[in-house]
């Protein structure tokens, strides 16, 4: 079973792990290109913090990223505002926490 890339702003809670996940905690929105561009894998992208400044060179990788990317907003998005990010990933989950992570890494290892 191939692993799935979870992305994790450095402010989450220490010692987060999801059996078959390779966790990925960024400190800065300006690493997540980085991470996303050098691990080919299926990704959930956790965008917590992530400022509009950042968001549409954030969204460019995603669109380049040859798997699926999903995004987790742990608080509720309206669905009309503007986001980039959520534009450009294959799906968006807002306003379930990370408990939301569980069931997207069931939806990605089930892609073809």
Do not use: K, N, Q
């Not at 080919?40 to 913090?49: E, K, N, Q, T």
């Not at 990933?89 to 290892?109: H, Q, S, Y």
């Amino acid at each position: 079973m191939e692993p799935v890339l979870v992305l994790l702003p450095a402010a989450c809670a220490p010692g987060l792990t999801w059996p078959g996940a390779d966790v990925h905690r960024y400190s800065s929105p300006l690493d997540v290109p980085g991470i996303l561009a050098s691990c080919p894998l299926p990704a959930i992208l956790v965008r917590d913090g992530i400022p509009a400044s950042h968001a549409e060179r954030i969204a460019d990788v995603i669109r380049a990223h040859p798997r699926p990317v999903i995004a987790v907003a742990t608080t509720p998005w309206d669905g009309e505002t503007p986001d980039p990010i959520a534009a450009a990933c294959r799906g968006i989950v807002a306003g379930f926490g990370l408990r939301a992570i569980d069931r997207l890494l069931e939806l990605l290892r089930a892609e073809p």
